[in-house]
């Protein structure tokens, strides 16, 4: 029962799909469809898996280790998403002519980009890394550093897997990414390596993902180069990238302001807070990926659209709003039990973290709607305002809050949804949002609320037993006569 209420956004999603067209609605339906399934089951695995793995490493090496390895992962993986420039996004929804030559030559660039820009982070974190107060990760910064061509190179091959909708194989690839991962990062650990047997695993996994891509694709790439074909590639895919940089500049919150403020074991803490929300919400990318993939071939039917979307909020809020409820109900006896004591600080900024991504899914869909529209400076726009609302609220409530600064900051930083709705409206069409209200509105309260009182997490109660709220959630389940 709880696989199928996690997977009813979804379920929704491609329901609203079966009426986008006579032509093609059949084949998108069923390709759609099985992705979506596929992806649920992989997900889900991939949290299983990175749950028992996490649970074993993080207690092993305890939360200064840690902290010093999310410094160096969340500056590298930033770069990499700087450079990559979105060329992944270009080959799944760019030219529907894309053949073996176009993924040849974005293969042939991005190795050579990863190379040049491999050494310069290397290079400029040797330079400037202790004035950043990041030293203690620097060594580890510069590992990963190396394998920067390696994460590129691996994306066309994926974006081939992910335009056919052939999830299933690049699942397979991901999960044993992560054995790779874990099975030397757990073994390492044990040896007392610290944040070096994580950051050996992770180094691991990147070259275990790039071989098994390549391999699940059937495709070999050549050396090739056309300026004429990188100049409209690389045209559309950092336009595309602009509002992803600047997401992912959220991450250098983390090491950067708490880091320096509060130390590296309050990087560690947020780090696992952040983790543990995110197993929880592990629909939340599966939404966004299939998304992507199935709202440009829909981008002429705003209306079926929009009403995909008030549909999906409203799943969205019931499969992922109460296991966060739960969590933040009972997890600081969990947390303190699986993880050790040492850890507890952890679920001090978790409820508010929880909360922050919970409102952030909900506009998931819409981010997703903008970008296949061509609207990426809106959803930049929107991304700024977050990032400065987070990097603000959390250098000035750090004193006052301790830990719980950056949590609280990131549910202030929710505002900016405010600038997705706007353009969603005048690009799209006007979603209503008085059906979801309800259930949204007790989630975030019983959220808001858990820091005080377990009995908070009955609060959803009071939307469920609404019979308007279960009238329209039973019009989602399949009908078996369409």
């Known amino acids: 029962m709880a696989d199928h209420a996690r997977s009813q956004p979804l379920r929704s999603f491609v329901r609203r799909l079966r009426q986008a067209s006579a032509g ?18 992989r997900q889900l695995m991939f949290v299983i898996f990175s749950a028992a793995g996490a649970l074993v490493t993080t207690r092993i090496i305890g939360p200064s280790e840690y902290g010093i390895y999310v410094t160096a992962l969340s500056i590298h993986l930033f770069v990499a998403g700087v450079f990559g420039l979105g060329v992944q996004a270009y080959l799944i929804r760019g030219p529907e002519t894309a053949d073996d030559r176009v993924f040849d030559i974005a293969s042939t660039f991005l190795v050579t980009l990863g190379v040049a820009c491999g050494l310069g982070e290397a290079a400029l974190v040797l330079l400037v890394g202790k004035s950043l107060g990041i030293g203690a990760a620097i060594p580890i910064l510069v590992l990963m550093a190396t394998t ?68 699940a694709a059937r495709w070999c790439p050549r050396r090739a180069w056309d300026w004429g074909v990188l100049r409209k590639m690389v045209g559309y895919s950092t336009a595309w990238a602009a509002s992803g940089w600047i997401w992912q500049a959220r991450s250098l919150v983390n090491p950067l302001i708490v880091g320096n403020l509060l130390g590296i074991e309050a990087v560690g803490f947020v780090s696992l807070a952040q983790r ?5 919400c592990f629909t939340r990318p599966i939404a966004w990926r299939v998304a992507m993939a199935a709202f440009a071939r829909v981008q002429n039917e705003p209306r079926k659209l929009v009403r995909a979307i008030e549909d999906g909020m409203e799943l969205q809020a019931l499969a992922i709003g109460p ?6 109900a009972f997890g600081r006896d969990l947390v303190g039990s699986v993880f050790g004591e040492r850890w507890l600080p952890a679920f001090a900024v978790y409820p508010f973290v929880a909360l922050a991504s919970f409102g952030i899914v909900l506009f998931t869909l819409h981010s997703s709607a903008l970008s296949v529209y061509g609207r990426n400076l809106a959803v930049a726009l929107a991304n700024g305002v977050g990032l400065v609302v987070f990097a603000t609220g959390t250098y000035l409530l750090i004193s006052t809050l301790g830990v719980k600064a950056i949590g609280v900051a990131d549910v202030l930083a929710l505002s900016s949804a405010a600038i997705l709705d706007w353009n969603f409206r005048r690009r799209v069409g006007s979603p209503s949002y008085l059906r979801s209200l309800p259930l949204v509105a007790s989630v975030a309260a019983a959220l808001a609320l858990s820091e005080f009182t377990r009995w908070a997490a009955l609060l959803p109660l009071l939307a469920l037993v609404w019979p308007g709220t279960w009238r329209r959630l039973n019009s989602y389940l399949p009908n078996p006569a369409v």
């Open 24 to 41: 093609d609605a059949r084949r998108l339906r069923t390709e759609v469809a099985k992705g979506g399934v596929v992806l649920m089951v």
């Open 148 to 215: 920067l061509a390696a994460q590129l190179a691996g994306a066309p091959a994926l974006a081939r897997l992910d335009r056919q909708f052939e999830y299933e194989r690049a699942a397979l690839v991901d999960l044993a990414g992560l054995a790779c991962y874990y099975t030397m990062a757990i073994s390492l650990a044990f040896l007392g390596w610290g944040a070096w047997a994580l950051a050996t695993g992770w180094t691991a996994q990147q070259a275990a993902n790039l071989v098994g891509y390549h391999l």
């Open 276 to 280: 543990l929300v995110d197993m929880v």
């Open 323 to 328: 296991p966060l409820i739960i969590f933040a």
